[in-house]
């Protein structure tokens, strides 16, 4: 059964950079099946998808949340199955719950699913 | 596109039924429309996927239904566990996501 665990700092100072990483299990990252994400969630408020990669064709794409996209890279280590977020310059209203997902490619009657195994979240605030 | 839910809040007995609404800012490709729901302290459950079909182990109380930019998530007889914080989120401009700011379904 696949899971996701993110780690990394749980303070960042402002106009560093936030660095978080997502560790697959039970399943591979170069599946070209899978979609992976990443999600934040301030405090109290609701969902922001951050971006995602995906394997395709011996390539790895990434796509990026047209507000964040100048500030956001995400990559991926194939050798521990792991991918990875950096998220430059960060101020306070990056202070959130991040979460890293998958999304199952595969359609099934028809239809394709979007995230549907989500890691448990890390919270990240920004402050001197 | 953007996505408004309603109500902001929705205060209902256990037993009753909830009726929660999605409306987005454009037609939602190929209804790629989905619903999910939170509890304190945890990541979202994915409860319903492409307009009406029902993720893995999700009981058939819980139904969504439209098209286009009108969709509806229904949770029929509801129980303890199911007041929480629900979502949805548009995936057929895909590979962009976004979703909506959520109804918080609380107990009457």
């Known amino acids: 059964q696949l899971q996701l665990q993110e780690s990394g700092p749980g303070l960042v100072k402002p106009s560093e950079t936030l660095s978080l990483t997502c560790t697959v299990s039970?399943?591979?990252?170069?599946?070209?099946?899978?979609?992976w994400g990443w999600i934040r969630q301030p405090p109290g408020k609701g969902l922001e998808w951050i971006g995602s990669?995906?394997?395709?064709?011996?390539?790895?794409?990434?796509y990026y949340n047209p507000s964040l996209k100048s500030r956001v890279t995400i990559s991926v280590d194939t050798s521990k199955n792991q991918f990875s977020l950096k998220l430059s310059s960060v101020t306070a209203a990056d202070t959130a719950v991040y979460y890293c997902a998958r999304r199952d490619i595969t359609m099934v009657r028809g239809v394709y699913s979007t995230f549907d195994i989500w890691g448990q979240g890390t919270m990240v605030a920004v402050s001197s | 596109i953007v996505l408004t839910q309603s109500p902001g809040t929705l205060s209902l007995s256990p037993g009753e039924r909830a009726t929660l609404s999605c409306r987005a800012s454009q037609s939602v490709t190929s209804s790629y429309l989905a619903w999910y729901q939170q509890k304190p302290g945890q990541a979202p459950r994915l409860l319903i996927y492409?307009?009406?079909s029902r993720a893995t182990g999700i009981p058939d109380r819980f139904s969504g239904s439209g098209s286009g930019t009108d969709f509806t998530l229904t949770i029929n007889r509801l129980e303890p566990e199911d007041f929480a914080v629900y979502y949805c989120q548009q995936y057929g401009n895909s590979p962009l996501y976004s979703f909506g700011q959520g109804t918080n379904l609380e107990i009457k």
């Open positions: 039970g399943g591979s990252i170069s599946s070209s099946s899978y979609y």
């Open positions: 492409g307009a009406s």
């Open positions: 990669i995906y394997y395709s064709g011996s390539t790895w794409t990434t």
